[in-house]
Nanobody, 115 residues
Framework: QVQLVESGGGLVQPGGSLRLSCAAS????????RGWYRQAPEQQRELVAS???????NYADSVKGRFTIVRDNAKNTVYLQMNSLKPEDTAVYYC?????????WGQGTLVTVSS
């Protein structure tokens, strides 16, 4: 059974930083793409960042240059380093893992950017 557990969300002031973590358990997931989506109130879920098994990354235009996604395959964990946070980054962030055509989701972690 695949389980994804996120951590690292919270309240931060504009311009601040947070690092989200997503730990996967249940198998070795080093061969599968992973990433992060986010969903703000009354908005659709949007892709924030993704990373392939070999470390190729993709970012939403709105976070390029501010967010960095990395993966530690030895720990089955993906991280999202978020710098220069803006109020519009406020959302619930969900990590995902795609394996054999099935997408698994974490429970979500709330990020609030406010002064």
């Amino acid at each position: 059974q695949v389980q994804l557990v996120e951590s690292g969300g919270g309240l931060v002031q504009p311009g601040g930083s947070l690092r989200l973590s997503c730990a996967a358990s249940g198998s070795d997931f080093s061969l599968f793409p992973r990433g992060w989506y986010r969903q703000a109130p009354e908005q659709q879920r949007e892709l924030v960042a993704s990373i392939t098994s070999v470390g190729n990354t993709n970012y939403a235009d709105s976070v390029k240059g501010r967010f960095t996604i990395v993966r530690d395959n030895a720990k089955n964990t993906v991280y999202l380093q978020m710098n220069s946070l803006k109020p519009e980054d406020t959302a619930v962030y969900y990590c995902y893992l795609s394996r054999y055509g099935i997408v698994y989701w974490g429970q979500g972690t709330l990020v609030t950017v406010s002064s």
